[in-house]
């Protein structure tokens, strides 16, 4: 299983706390139901290879400035965004896709609202099959100057989809492998 994070959100900056903990949190409570997860800094060598082979620079991925590789390494990470055949570099990783979308991060008349959705894809008989999906989003009041709200909705939120998704996903697995020995047992009549 590999996680992939977009942020779609354009009139807010990237908030790397935030991104570390909604990633981090999807791949506990997937590892915690039994998968096996695919680290971005075990494939980020390979994925820095591409980018050089493809004849695109590497030195936000490398920068002294933070954000700049903060957000260099978050493109490097979306493989699938970031690489033509992304999806099927991809499957060299892993057989499970996970992408979260932070898709708002809005302040109204003193609520701060987020809303975070999840897709979670399959890569089987050398195809991508979406399995299923999750969105939510949660309002809470909005302290000015502060972060701590935005990060505790982000963690509440993920802590909610992954909930949501797994179960969807290992169901899906299920039918699939049902479906799989079904016609394996008819193509033996």
């Not at 909005?142 to 963690?155: F, P, Q, Y």
């Not at 699939?176 to 009549?189: G, P, T």
């Amino acid at each position: 299983t590999y996680v992939e994070l977009f942020w779609n959100v354009p009139d807010k900056d990237i908030h790397p706390e935030v991104i570390a903990i909604v990633i981090g949190n999807v791949e506990d409570q997937f590892r915690q139901a039994g998968y096996e997860i695919v680290e971005f800094e075990k494939i980020k060598g390979d994925l820095i290879a591409l980018l050089k082979k493809a004849g695109k620079s590497t030195n936000d991925v490398y920068a002294d400035d933070e954000i700049k590789r903060f957000k260099a390494n978050l493109e490097l990470r979306n493989i699938d965004k970031k690489f033509v055949n992304g999806k099927r570099i991809l499957s060299e990783y892993a057989d499970l896709l996970v992408g979260i979308t932070i898709n708002r991060v809005e302040v109204q008349n003193n609520e701060l609202t987020v809303r975070i959705t999840a897709n979670a894809t399959l890569f089987e008989q050398g195809e991508w099959l979406k399995l299923a999906s999750s969105d939510h989003a949660k309002s809470v009041p909005h302290i000015r100057g502060s972060t701590a709200n935005l990060i505790a909705v982000a963690k509440q939120l993920t802590s909610v989809i992954s909930r949501d998704l797994e179960p969807k996903v290992r169901k899906q697995l299920g039918q699939r492998k049902s479906v799989a020995m079904i016609q394996r047992d008819q193509e033996n009549y």
